[in-house]
Each structure stands twice: as C-alpha cells, then as structure tokens.
C-alpha cells in the first residue's frame, strides 16, 4: 500500500485527512508507529488499526501531537495579561468568550483561567477548550500533572488554585469549572461564534499552506469585529491582510472585517 492509499483509508476510519498535514513530518511519524509495532508497511498498519481500537487510540494520540505546557513562552503571556486583555475586556459589553482550539492536555485553557481571575471573578470566566483526540481530553478533564508540568505556574497561583495531593498536582475545582471541553476536528467541524479571543498555538505548523488558508479564513468568522487570535511562537501569519487580520503585537492579530 502506498502512503496515499493508506490516507484514503486513514479517512474512512477516523474522518481525518492526512492531505492537510506536512507530507514529511507526518510519514515520519507514521513510519516510526510503523517499525515500533514491527510492521512490514502501511497496510498492515492500517487492518491493525480496524482490528484493535487501543493501537487506533495510539495512532490518534501520536499523530495529533500532544505538547502542551502552562504559560508556555510567558513573554507572550505578559502582553496577553498587559495589553491583550485589558483592550478586549474594556470592549467587551459581556463576558469574554474565550476559544482555546487545539488545547492537548489542559495546560493551556488553565492558563488561561487562572489568568483571567486577575480580570474577573471566576464566576464569569468560560472557556472553550477543544481538541481531536479524545482521550488527551479525558486527562484535560482530569486537570493532574507532574511536578515537572507545573514549572511554568506563576507561584501566586501554586496553593490558591493547584493543589499537591500525593505526588501529583492538581487543578482546583472552580478553575475546572471555568473550562468545558469538546472535541473539535480543526478540518472538518464546524466553528463556533462570536468570539472576543482564539487562542490557537504551535499546531499550525504540522499543517499545509492550504489547510492554515481554510482554518485562518475559519478563526476570522469566528472572532467577532475587533477580537483577537493569539498563535505560536513559530506562527507568524505571511500577508494576514488577506485574512482580514492586522498585527497587533507579535502573535497577536486583531480582526478587522471578515475574510
């Protein structure tokens, strides 16, 4: 079987198209699941995955790229709480509706949590927090992490909003209360309204010039006049004039019309 007909099946199992993603850094991924299983090719891969659904899990798990950390590149999260914020939320006539899209492990919506109770109080805190696989959602949900996951946490929040409970840490309840999380296929699925902020970082990367097209002319409706999308460090958008988005600080990009 060639790689494009294991795509075509990769479909018709799972509803993801591999065309979208980078055609290198994706059979790299694959042919490495591949010999670690000590398969001789794509097919026999493939009838694996039909048969068990742990290696399908697995495939899942490993090709959605699952890095996340709290307050990653924490510059950036100062111009998020310095200018960012305070300019949406002097805006905003209600709550800020916050989409954290492609969130893995939970990292990044606590984050954004625990930062917002700077700005309100967490009973007017909701985010949206969305990813494909299913099963890094379940350990979102679950909001525990090593000692070596937390390194990044501000210590005013270590205590008041994480907790340590034998030799893991874990998130509060009221924080997890400000999160709720689905799954969301970034290709496929419809997108969500009215959104003041879309956070959406370091998974653009792995996709094709085509599919970031689709997806920025996709977070352009969503946000609404004004609102702000917030990408990677590796992300910058080439001529985000044709998306209707102007740089508002590096990485930061503020919608001015619809694409």
Not at 127 to 137: K, R, S
Not at 145 to 170: A, L, W
Request: hydrophobic residues 35%; glycine residues 4%.
């Amino acid at each position: 079987m060639t790689y494009d007909g294991f795509k075509e099946e990769v479909y018709r199992v799972t509803s993801i198209d591999l065309n979208a993603y980078k055609e290198r850094q994706m059979k790299r991924r694959i042919e490495s699941l591949i010999n670690k299983k000590s398969l001789k090719g794509y097919k026999d891969y493939i009838e694996l995955m039909k048969k068990d659904p742990l290696v399908l899990k697995e495939f899942l798990s490993y090709m959605t790229i699952n890095v996340s950390e709290f307050y990653r590149n924490p510059s950036q999260w100062d111009v998020l709480e310095e200018e960012i914020l305070p300019y949406l939320n002097e805006r905003s006539r209600t709550n800020l509706k916050i989409w954290s899209a492609a969130c893995s492990t939970g990292q990044e919506p606590y984050s954004l949590v625990m930062l917002l109770s700077k700005f309100l109080p967490l009973n007017r805190i909701s985010i949206l927090a969305t990813d494909l696989d299913e099963v890094i959602l379940e350990k979102a949900k679950l909001g525990q992490y090593d000692e070596k996951d937390i390194k990044g946490i501000p210590s005013e929040y270590i205590g008041k909003y994480i907790h340590k409970k034998n030799d893991v840490y874990v998130i509060s309840d009221e924080i997890k209360k400000c999160v709720t999380f689905k799954k969301h296929n970034l290709l496929k699925d419809s997108y969500p309204n009215n959104y003041d902020l879309i956070v959406c970082r370091n998974v653009l990367i792995y996709f094709t010039e085509d599919a970031k097209h689709d997806i920025y002319k996709n977070f352009n409706r969503t946000l609404i006049d004004g609102g702000v999308l917030f990408v990677g460090s590796t992300e910058q958008i080439i001529n985000s004039q044709n998306y209707k988005f102007k740089p508002l600080r590096t990485f930061f990009y503020k919608k001015e019309g619809d694409a």
